[in-house]
């Protein structure tokens, strides 16, 4: 930091108590603020040029226009993407060529581990740092998947046109959480993602439910790929056992006795793990967070009987990059209750209808109506909604059958919506700190890595990173902290100072020339609408360059809500 | 009676004498007060720890039919001898380190704790042991509450939160906690150093300490400008701090490393939150496998206590010092399909400092599924709870930290036997 800004800052301090002259205090503030307000709900903050954009096409057209992202031309974001060759891969093909030859390495390394050294002291085969230079190499590839996966998710934030198809997708994907770092579940990111999620978040969310309750991705995380019904015979269980036996045991099979060895121990190992009964994991959070809500009224043997219901959708090699299967040897034919509702049971395939049964109960039920209304009411309006807009909501999602664009349309063009009140109640997670600022100072992305490294080194946010199935707060109180603050602005300094300018550039000059009266004021009109407390705009009139301008405003609590 | 923001601005002063009324409390608060470095450690292990796992009783033959493949082998766990009722039980076996703090008389293990009707919800058993009220979760949490009691301002350190975010623990009613997950890089980007770097800072205190009018305890600085940027030299003390022990480079021991730190340099944190995960084993929890999750899970925090513990030892602060462990859930008595163990009710919490009177609290469950076991519930299905955890709060409050557990907790949840402090 300069000198002079230090002097200057010094003097701003100094001259905090002095009357400020409030910047934006012209004409355009009232629409201007309402311009604003919207684009920051509806989409991640303005880009430069937005505000009047918006003002010429008017706000109604504007929500709209967003809400039919399926007719916005998006040009900028596919020539970014279409380097990426791993988005559009499925989940076997990333298998095939990220996935298994690492694997085959790690089993290798794994193998001349316990041979090098049958003692404790081997060195942990799991442990990376051991791996082979070459297996390294692998590694590397493999995280390639998730790392385009991130950036992609970034560079369409900061740069799509569809901005609320992009907000609605991380409100989803928050909403039906799932871990990038359990198990194999890293491996079906990609396709849950662009399968399970964005087709339908202005879709019908019984489709969305459907989609994801089909997921290997949600499957694995939430365990119910290895859910079955208790009473499955032992030797339905063994079966797949004995077709491995009876292969090994075929004298054509000419195998060396060490790898006969191997195969068995595996064998062992796979009866060992064998699921043996019912998991309630997947079952539970099906009504507490995906529908339902948790005073949604469902008990403990609600709980047990969906997770019944759900015995048998499981995954078709769970690690190996495998597909949704329904297994009717695995699923509980017996009738079930819930929420007082009798489902007849079924033997065979018709197994699996009891399931889809049980997301048509869920998907209608009042409570997720007022469950999804809430939470979408809480995520562009307040963090405590209005009740009478959730119920609103709420009804329009009965009444169009959970269609999830007419829900969303409620809420953006409801007179809650834009009450006063409402603007800039939220305070930004960092995730929509991080879009916004890289928007509204129109930085040139040619690699979101910095952004993506932000999110988890510092600000505590990491994408596909959150553990419990809860999803990330997306209320004031989880962010909003001393500790937080100061990670966000050393977020906007290092942004607006170029120090990753290989990756993300910002033209500090056009956007602030100087630091004149009339440059700081056009900045605060288009970056916080001309809302400006005085002891902000003291601070900033003392900022001595273009550079140290633009972070301060960044990290000013004004911009910090939105 | 519950003061809110609005009452307490509208009846000024005497609205704080409300809170501050019973002199003997005052005196209390100034005594835990003067020992500037003590403090409360919280140790949360989140998704449900399953509690039968941590302390095993590994003479209970149900424990051996119920869990077929999960149960540990009673040859392999780490005897701390009977309870009460003169059940056996034993640590997981991973938990040396813990082992060594319980033979050094500095680990009390409080076992089923919980409340009656526990929720099986991550969500709302996370708020209900956060608020410390079972009917109503949305209000301020149990040690932001403490935190609010301190007198005016509360130094900006006052809590100090190592994960990402502000848990609904340390959220007040007035004040809140910082996050600060990683010591070094709590710091303003700034090239410059002594007193010249405070002139950046002050454009960063000015331009942070502007207050939402109706909800301060939102506001990303917390207390005068003047302390806010105080914190700044005083983190950067605590990131610099070499341990007298070699601690893991995972993320509860480089925690627990900071609170050591902060201890260590004095800087006045009263409450930390510390946390680890992991913890929601629905299934291949591996507590025997060498490489098993809840095995690690279990190294990791028995190891990073013992770090903790031997390191506040060796600098002569572990009489300063009270770990308080515990989980949102217990686990399920019977073990899953799947080689994991499902939500379930009462857990077990544990306690770790050098004026901790060690030892095992409360009586165990016998895991006899007959539904007419009194220590269990739910058709014998889970461990019915014998302590409520507001108990363990109460003690930690009225005999720790000096506050008058009454006010804090909206109720008397004192329980003479449970005397681990």
């Keep these: 930091m300069s000198r002079t800004l230090r002097i200057a800052v010094f003097a701003a301090l100094v001259l905090v108590f002095l009357p400020a002259v409030p910047a934006g205090a012209r004409s355009q503030e009232a629409d201007d603020a309402t311009i604003l307000h919207v684009l920051n709900r509806v989409a991640y903050g303005p880009r430069p040029g937005d505000i ?109 046109e569809r901005q609320l198809n992009e907000v609605l997708v991380d409100f989803w994907f928050n909403h039906f959480n799932v871990y990038a770092q359990k198990g194999a579940v890293n491996e079906y990111l990609n396709e849950y993602e662009r399968d399970a999620i964005r087709p339908y978040v202005l879709g019908n969310f019984r489709d969305m439910l459907g989609a994801v309750a089909h997921s290997p991705a949600m499957l694995f995380y939430l365990d119910n790929f290895q859910s079955v019904d208790p009473n499955m015979s032992a030797r339905q269980q063994d079966e797949r056992t004995r077709q491995v036996q009876q292969r090994l045991n075929n004298p054509r099979a000419r195998m060396t006795a060490e790898q006969r060895e191997r195969a068995m121990t595996q064998l062992e190992q796979a009866k060992k793990n064998a699921p043996r009964g019912i998991n309630e994991n997947y079952a539970r959070e099906l009504m507490e967070l995906h529908t339902l809500g948790v005073d949604g009224g469902y008990t403990q043997k609600d709980v047990q009987e969906m997770a019944r219901i759900f015995t048998g959708w499981t995954i078709d090699q769970p690690r190996g990059g495998g597909r949704f299967v329904f297994k009717p040897e695995w699923h509980d034919p017996n009738a079930k209750t819930i929420l007082g509702e009798t489902i007849s049971g079924h033997g065979g395939v018709d197994g699996m209808r009891e399931g889809e049964r049980a997301l048509d109960i869920l998907a209608m039920h009042p409570k997720t109506a007022h469950h999804v209304a809430f939470q979408l009411a809480q995520r562009f309006v307040s963090d405590a909604p209005p009740a009478s807009l959730v119920d609103r909501a709420a009804k329009v999602y009965l009444k169009s059958k959970g269609n999830l664009r007419e829900v969303t349309r409620a809420i953006l063009t409801s007179p809650e919506f834009f009450s006063v009140e409402a603007y800039n109640a939220k305070v930004k997670t960092p995730l929509d700190f991080v879009v916004s600022a890289a928007r509204v100072t129109g930085a040139t992305i040619v ?116 | 009676m519950k003061t809110t923001r609005r009452d307490f601005i509208r009846g000024g002063v005497s609205a704080f004498t409300v809170t501050f009324a019973a002199p003997a409390f005052i005196s209390d608060l100034a005594r835990a007060q003067g020992a500037n470095r003590r403090n409360l450690v919280i140790l949360y292990l989140s998704g449900g720890n399953d509690a039968l796992s941590t302390l095993i009783p590994y003479q209970d033959s149900f424990y051996y039919s119920r869990r077929p493949t999960l149960a540990v082998p009673a040859g392999s766990v780490l005897q701390v001898g009977a309870d009460a009722s003169g059940k056996a039980l034993g ?178 944190t009263k409450v930390f939150w510390v946390q680890t995960g992991g913890f929601d084993t629905h299934s291949n929890q591996g507590t025997n496998a060498a490489n098993g999750t809840y095995a690690n899970n279990m190294a990791t925090v028995g190891d990073s206590l013992l770090a903790f513990h031997n390191d506040m030892k060796n600098r002569g602060l572990l009489n300063d010092t009270c770990v308080l462990v515990f989980s949102e859930f217990g686990r399920r008595i019977t073990e899953n399909g799947s080689g994991g163990t499902d939500h379930g009710a009462a857990g077990v919490m544990m306690a770790m400092g050098g004026l901790v009177n060690g030892g095992l609290y409360g009586t165990a469950a016998s895991l006899n599924p007959d539904p007419q076991n009194p220590t269990l519930e739910n058709n014998g299905g889970d461990v019915t709870f014998e302590t409520d955890f507001r108990s363990v709060y109460a003690r930690v409050i009225d005999n720790w930290l000096g506050v008058d557990s009454t006010g804090l907790l909206y109720g008397n949840f004192r329980k003479s036997s449970l005397s681990f402090i």
């Design chain 1, 52 to 160: 009047a954009r918006v003002r010429a096409m008017g706000i109604k057209a504007y929500i709209e226009q967003q809400l039919a992202p399926e007719k916005i031309a998006d040009p900028d974001v596919d020539r970014a993407l279409s380097s990426f060759e791993t988005l559009t891969m499925t989940t076997a093909e990333l298998a095939e060529k990220y996935y298994r030859p690492l694997e085959q390495a790690r089993r290798e390394q794994q193998q001349k581990a316990a041979k090098d050294d049958k003692a404790m002291m081997a060195p942990d085969p799991n442990d990376p740092k051991n791996l082979p230079p070459e297996a390294q190499a692998l590694r590397q590839n493999a995280q390639s998947v998730l790392q385009n996966l991130m950036q992609a998710r970034m560079i369409r934030a900061v740069t799509s």
């Design chain 2, 91 to 268: 640590l997981h076996p991973r938990l040396t380190g813990l082992k060594q703090i319980f033979d050094a008389g500095h680990l009390a293990i409080i076992q089923r704790s919980g409340y009656s009707n526990s929720s099986r919800s991550h969500f709302l058993g996370t708020d209900i042991w956060s608020t410390a009220n079972t009917t109503n979760t949305t209000g301020s949490g149990w040690l932001g509450r403490y935190l609010d009691q301190l007198p005016n301002p509360a130094p900006p350190l006052a809590g100090w939160s190592a994960v990402g975010t502000v848990p609904h623990s340390l959220i007040g009613n007035y004040v809140t906690a910082p996050a600060i997950p990683n010591p070094a890089g709590y710091a303003f980007l700034s090239p410059n150093t002594g007193t010249e770097a405070t002139y950046s800072r002050n454009a960063m205190t000015s331009i942070a300490s502007h207050l939402p009018a109706e909800r301060p305890q939102v506001a990303f600085v917390a207390g005068t400008a003047q302390s806010a940027m105080s914190t700044l030299d005083q983190v950067a003390a605590v990131a610099s701090y070499a341990g007298t022990v070699t601690y893991a480079n995972n993320g509860l021991a480089q925690a627990l490393k900071a609170v050591a730190g902060a201890m260590v340099q004095g800087i006045g």
């Design chain 1, 447 to 562: 690699s979101a890595a910095p952004l993506v490294q932000a999110l988890r080194a510092n600000l505590g946010m990491p994408l596909y990173g959150c553990q419990p199935p809860t999803g990330y707060s997306t209320t004031a109180d989880a962010w909003v902290n001393t500790g937080a603050l100061l990670a966000r602005m050393n977020f906007g300094l290092s942004l607006v100072s170029n120090q990753q300018q290989r990756a993300i550039r910002v033209n500090t000059l056009a956007l602030a020339p100087d630091t004149s009266q009339a440059t700081r004021d056009k900045l605060v009109d288009s970056i916080l609408a001309g809302r400006i407390s005085p002891t902000t705009s003291a601070t900033l009139e003392k900022a001595p360059n273009s550079t140290q301008l633009l972070a301060l405003l960044l990290g000013s609590p004004e911009f910090q809500k939105r």
